[in-house]
């Protein structure tokens, strides 16, 4: 049996473009070469589709560039093929098996997809609706969990169904902020007081977050959240530490080690994610015990709560005093950086960067398979 195919997609429509390269550099970086092929792919901030050949030369320059062959990829579970464009157009037929990189080449099938794709397009199960529709097993969450996941004010409402605990919350449309009502601002004022949080309901790495202290930074904190979606969410402001705890798995998922953020500057916002220095991960956190096992139950319950599958980090408020934990939010694609905390927690329980995307990828054609039992027919009972 010859070596898996194993598409990388980073990039992406999104915000969150240049995350997506730090993450997909890493992946490339521990894929097992031995056991996989890799099939670079990157997305445009405009939305096409590109081999990209050298992809360590276009991640070094920060940005999916418009060059290389251009790419489309088949809604047909038969092919599980991406398609040249360029030879789609001159007509030319399909040399099954090409490489889809040289001279001639028309498509690359593919056995398994990696998306290393953050926010919008690519984590919200845009793409892994076109990965169902192409039949291509694929790492991570489903089109729900995925959608779910990277809506936080329908994520909250689940997690409050299941009666995980939560910080107090109200979700605020575009429109209503873009319509002036002072009486929104007032009554935002008297439900969470100062300082409150204001976040964008769909962008994750915190994109578009702002923490407000008056009622001028509240006003200017909807704005910014409005720019990124048309759902806000005003949450109160917890006063404590933030954890995080890495999940693997289907069925059966399991909860890594328990990491602290010590953010360098007021909040973890994007600076103190990805470009700061003065932000400390520390693996595992220096809490109690029992508190880390109440996370790690939390961190699963979250999980199964989306019907999520594969990987996802959960992110935790602990206050100290009253030992009170609180799910803040589940990220189905989690950053697969140098410094990110999904990887470095699993490091921590032994497991190594290559092995863990290894199974990650095991897991994708678990699920696939699992999936592939169900009916697309109808067919009487016996």
Not at 90 to 103: L, S
Not at 162 to 189: I, K, W
Not at 194 to 211: D, E, I, L, N, W
Request: net charge negative; charged share 25%; with cysteine.
């Amino acid at each position: 049996m010859g070596k898996l195919r194993v598409g990388v997609i980073f990039g992406g429509r999104s915000p969150e473009h240049e995350v997506s390269l730090l993450s997909a550099a890493s992946v490339l970086r521990a894929i097992d070469r031995e056991r996989f092929e890799v099939v670079p792919i990157g997305i445009t901030r405009e939305g096409k589709w590109l081999l990209t050949g050298d992809p360590m030369r276009v991640l070094a320059e920060g940005v999916v560039k418009d060059k290389g062959p251009r790419l489309a990829l088949l809604a047909d579970p038969e092919g599980r093929a991406l398609v040249r464009l360029d030879q789609a157009s001159e007509g030319r037929a399909p040399a099954e098996g090409g490489t889809g990189c040289g001279e001639g080449a028309a498509f690359e099938r593919l056995d398994v997809i990696f998306p290393v794709l953050h926010g919008p397009y690519g984590e919200d199960g845009c793409v892994q609706g076109l990965l169902e529709l192409a039949g291509i097993p694929y790492v991570g969450a489903g089109v729900l969990a995925s959608a779910v996941g990277m809506d936080k004010a329908v994520m909250k409402a689940l997690f409050v169904q299941r009666g995980l605990p939560v910080a107090r919350h109200r979700v605020v449309l575009r429109s209503e902020v873009e319509a002036g009502e002072e009486g929104l601002v007032a009554l935002l004022e008297r439900e969470f007081g100062y300082p409150c949080f204001t976040k964008p309901a769909g962008m994750g790495s915190s994109v578009g977050v702002t923490k407000a202290h008056d009622r001028e930074e509240l006003r200017r904190g909807l704005a910014e959240a409005c720019r990124y979606d048309r759902k806000v969410l005003v949450e109160e402001a917890i006063s404590g530490r933030e954890l995080e705890c890495s999940v693997l798995g289907n069925r059966q998922p399991l909860a890594s080690a328990v990491g602290e953020i010590v953010p360098g500057r007021e909040f973890y916002d994007y600076r103190a994610k990805y470009r700061d220095e003065g932000t400390q991960l520390l693996v595992p956190a220096p809490i109690p015990e029992r508190v880390a096992s109440r996370v790690q139950e939390l961190a699963v319950a979250a999980f199964l709560a989306i019907d999520c599958s594969g990987m996802a980090r959960v992110d935790f408020f602990y206050r100290p005093q009253d030992e009170a934990v609180l799910v803040n939010e589940i990220n189905t694609i989690p950053g697969f950086t140098a410094i990110s905390m999904y990887p470095r927690l699993w490091a921590e329980a032994g497991l190594s960067m290559k092995e863990l995307v290894t199974r990650l990828i095991e897991l994708a054609l678990e699920r696939h398979a699992d999936r592939a039992r169900s009916l697309s027919v109808f067919q009487p009972p016996p």
